[in-house]
């Protein structure tokens, strides 16, 4: 069940929220939890059914791990290393579940091609979500191993693993920042400002998903699908609209998320800080995706030293960190290949950084915003060839179109220029898809924050008058679509 | 001016706000789009059609049904006068969709009546997805079908189709200059069958034909036609599944091709569905087509006609005999004169 899908809009999600606030405003505080728990199996198992057996199971193990690491916390230093040996049992078990799913078949045809092998591809599919969850539950192990204090049932363990606004998608959550949100607090009455706020992100988030992302999709796919043939401004339509395709889809997927959990009076971390607003490739990483930043930074680069053991050792930790980040996002050379770009931007950033030289914003924000854009294209193409294509297209290699109309007013270009009433036609964009894409770019750029909107949110006319037009109109397109487009972040 | 509110005052009014502008949206549609005529014209074809079909009441008889590769490629009036028995050409336009083509058959075919879908290869991709075109058309023409032949999600997709998702970034008069029909029809015999083309003969961009890539699934298409099938079983119809007419490109030969065709056959044969002839047997040269790659000129129609007249003799010799004396390729000039009911208009 997708997000924007009609039956998660209009019954799912409204009827979860009735049982669950009826549950709460008596009290019953363990039938609201068991509430959420059933919802978010039935939400998960709706898009997943054979795959629930393995969110139970690998929630079923971790709450073990877990507590085998919180009973040998009393014991000294036998149960020091007894702790250790179920950390890493459990570190590694998560990951060989990760691997098994997601990089199995992605090893074996990278064995195949260097070692000559021929091993067979195995049919394994991958369960929705398996990189978010398997990341929470290995965050929570540490965690428990850092601080075992940390008390837990088996009950609001599950919720926090399989709470369905986050379960596909994240936010990649601590368990220490989600669960006092849960706590019950007895004879709690119907908030309504969470509810409010939540509405309003929900709401935003719906729209940027549909409104916003949807057209950009349309473009970048078109424009992917025959890269070979992409004139100048066609390819830099291909790589903006997936840029912003990417932006809007997993921001707005964001929005939704924090938006329904807020309606259960929960608050999930923000994952996105306008990053295409970022005057650095630091600066980026500080605003994108940044709850997988903040576990990258946590749980991989620190743990290998950071930056505490000299420079050389600095890099090579961030060219690591970044490897992983790649290869976290898919099983293929290209999610590799953009992770690597982006280590070695960031060494780049911090060698500049230690000449002392100061960049003006400007330039600093065009030179970030050019390479992100570029590295996208990575990220998304389907082969190298396909990538190359349109990066070629972007430094016009293929020409320039233009459109037809403009061939008398520009007839010293005719040489340079081909005039053509179909010089978008590769990306099967109107004449307007220029200005489309610009004017979501200015968005993307200029346009405020989603938390900071939601959280000085005033309950006026104008405002409920505003969120209930952006449901509206994205009411008119999700039906108008036909099929629900799922979630770019739904395949990592 | 803007009143603050509470937050629950907030929450409710933002809720009735977007349901209230939803309906009055819903409403408008339903009310208003009747008066925009443009789709009068393929209604009037719809109603000759099946009028055509009724007006042979009881007797068994050929249905032709698809999109408008059938409609420019079988002349039912060849195949009446060849076997002696009653035909209609009741294929309409590819943008009405699988499910609405064999709404219509259902309407009009009776217990021993013969059925042959020549589908376009986009039926058989046909993902269930409605499109602007159709829901227009349904709410313009045929309350009917929208009121008894769709569930109450589809209902709503349609009203919203009204304004598409990819009208919101178009002029308005863009959204008005839409061609509907992009090739003009000439008139309808008695048959149903169109007895010139019109329009423009030059092709359009020509392609090879849309087909599943990677793993063969079964589409909603597919799926129409399995449900097809079991019904018209139930009725005691027979069908045929059968492919349309369309230009020969060199791509047909590729591996991709061949086996997803083959795995069509398979399908069909797996649920025990018959089919006549193969893809192959209906790619023509393009001199033969006229205005886009699925529409024959006479000349095609002719040729394709007499090729399904010996193919359906082959196939079932007992039901399809072809009428003492008369030749398949004489059929044009045959003069077989089959008696029908008179309805009013």
């Given at each position: ?111 195949n091609y260097i070692i000559g092998t021929r091993f067979s591809i195995v049919e394994t599919g991958m ?318 750029i200029f346009g405020q924050t989603s938390d900071r909107i939601a959280h000085t949110l005033r309950p ?33 | ?345």
């Amino acid at each position: 069940m997708l997000f924007n899908s009609p039956q998660y809009l209009f019954l799912f999600l409204p009827l979860t929220l009735l049982v669950y606030w009826f549950l709460t405003t008596r009290s019953w505080a363990y039938a609201s939890k068991w509430c959420i728990i059933f919802a978010s199996l039935l939400f998960y198992a709706w898009s997943a059914p054979h795959y629930l057996l393995v969110l139970v199971g690998s929630i079923l193990v971790n709450y073990l791990l877990g507590a085998a690491i919180r009973g040998a916390a009393g014991e000294h230093n036998g149960g020091r290393n007894v702790r250790k040996a179920v950390l890493i049992a459990g570190v590694a078990g998560n990951v060989l579940l990760l691997g098994y799913f997601k990089y199995a078949n992605f090893l074996i045809e990278t064995a195949n091609y260097i070692i000559g092998t021929r091993f067979s591809i195995v049919e394994t599919g991958m369960p929705l979500g398996i990189s978010f969850f398997t990341f929470t539950q290995i965050a929570y192990l540490v965690d428990i191993y850092r601080q075992p204090n940390t008390e837990t049932t088996p009950l609001d363990y599950c919720l926090f693993i399989a709470f369905f606004p986050r379960i596909l998608s994240g936010p990649i959550t601590r368990y220490g920042e989600m669960m006092p949100e849960c706590a019950p607090d007895g004879g709690r009455r119907m908030n309504y400002t969470p509810l409010a706020a939540g509405l309003f992100l929900f709401s935003l988030g719906l729209f940027k998903k549909i409104v916003l992302a949807t057209p950009c999709a349309e473009w970048a796919d078109n424009g992917f699908a025959s890269a070979h043939a992409l004139g100048f401004v066609e390819a830099w339509v291909t790589s903006l609209s997936y840029s912003l395709q990417l932006y809007f889809d997993f921001s707005g997927y964001t929005d939704m998320a924090l938006g329904a959990a807020l309606m259960f009076n929960i608050k999930l971390p923000i994952n996105f800080n306008a990053p295409y607003r970022a005057t650095s490739i630091q600066d980026f990483w500080a605003r994108w995706h940044m709850t997988l930043s903040r576990f990258l930074r946590d749980y991989v680069y620190i743990p290998l030293g950071g930056s505490r053991l000299g420079e050389f050792r600095t890099f090579w930790n961030i060219l690591v960190t970044f490897l992983i980040c790649g290869l976290w996002h898919g099983a293929g050379g290209l999610f590799v290949f953009w992770g690597l770009l982006h280590g070695l931007a960031l060494i780049v950033y911090r060698l500049w950084r230690k000449t002392n030289f100061r960049m003006n914003a400007f330039v600093g924000w065009v030179i970030t915003f050019s390479f992100v854009n570029s590295a996208w294209v990575f990220f998304r193409a389907k082969s190298w060839e396909n990538a190359m294509d349109v990066l070629k297209g972007m430094v016009g290699l293929h020409g320039l179109k233009l459109p037809a109309s403009w061939g008398s007013s520009l007839a010293f270009m005719s040489n340079r220029a081909t005039f053509t009433d179909g010089w978008l036609n590769a990306t099967r964009g109107s004449d307007e898809s220029v200005l489309v894409v610009v004017g979501i770019l200015l968005i993307a750029i200029f346009g405020q924050t989603s938390d900071r909107i939601a959280h000085t949110l005033r309950p006026k006319t104008t405002t409920a008058l505003l969120t209930g037009f952006m449901l509206f109109i994205s009411f008119i397109c999700m039906f108008s679509m036909n099929k629900q487009t799922p979630f770019i972040y739904f395949r990592f | 001016m803007s009143y603050s509110y509470s937050h629950k005052g907030f929450f409710y009014l933002t809720i009735f706000i977007s349901l209230a502008l939803t309906l009055v949206y819903c409403l408008t549609v339903y009310l208003l789009w009747p008066t925009i005529g443009e789709y009068r014209g393929l209604k009037d074809y719809v109603m000759k059609k099946e009028r055509a079909a009724r007006m042979i009441g009881d007797t068994p008889k050929i249905i032709f049904a698809g999109g408008s590769a059938t409609l420019l490629g079988i002349r039912a009036k060849d195949i009446e006068t060849a076997f002696g028995i009653p035909s209609v050409n009741l294929a309409l336009h590819a943008g009405l969709d699988l499910d609405y083509v064999l709404y219509t058959v259902k309407k009009v075919a009776r217990s021993g009546d013969v059925v042959i879908l020549p589908l376009e290869y986009e039926h058989f991709l046909y993902d269930g997805a409605t499109n602007s075109f159709k829901a227009s058309f349904v709410l313009s023409c045929d309350r009917e079908y929208f009121f008894h032949a769709l569930r109450p999600g589809q209902k709503l997709e349609y009203l919203f189709h009204i304004i598409g998702f990819n009208k919101v970034f178009k002029t308005v008069k863009r959204f008005h200059s839409v061609q509907l029909i992009p090739w003009a029809l000439g008139d309808l015999n008695e048959n149903g069958d169109v007895t010139s083309n019109g329009g423009e003969r030059r092709l359009e961009e020509i392609s090879p034909a849309p087909i599943q890539s990677g793993e063969f699934k079964e589409t909603e298409g597919l799926l129409l036609i399995k449900e097809f099938s079991r019904w018209a079983k139930e009725k005691g119809v027979i069908v045929y599944v059968s492919y349309a007419n369309r230009v020969y490109l060199k791509d047909y030969e590729r591996e991709e091709y061949v086996r997803y065709f083959e795995n069509l056959k398979r399908y069909f044969v797996r649920n025990d569905i018959a089919v006549l002839g193969t893809p192959y047997d209906f790619f023509y040269p393009v001199d033969l087509f006229y205005g886009t790659q699925y529409h024959l000129s006479q000349q095609g129609i002719t040729l394709r006609t007499e090729k399904l007249i010996h193919m359906l003799t082959d196939m079932n010799p007992a039901f399809f005999k072809v009428l003492p004396g008369r030749n398949p390729g004489d059929a044009v000039t045959g003069g077989g004169r089959i008696m029908r009911r008179r309805f009013r208009d």
